[in-house]
């Protein structure tokens, strides 16, 4: 691998796990929270948070933003439903 290479992958890394660590700590805010709009507005937040993580990630290694890893942003969507509701 070149230089460039291992570097978008370390940057993809640190983006993805930055928002992993972000999205979770909104979804463990939600239950503390208690009302029905927190839960949505947090639950909507967390998913952008991660689509976004997701198509940077894309476009730093120059693949289109219109992909199937665009699923994975339901996934905070799904614990928090499954966790909370």
Known sequence: MHVKQVQRWVITALVITTAIHFVGGLLLLIPYV??????????????????????????LHNKRWLSPWLLFAAVPVIISFIWVK
Do not use: Q, Y
Request: glycine share 8%; no cysteine; net charge negative.
């Open 34 to 59: 208690g009302t029905d709009s927190a839960f949505w507005v947090l639950t909507v937040i967390s998913a952008i948070v991660m689509a976004i993580s997701i198509i940077g990630a894309l476009l």
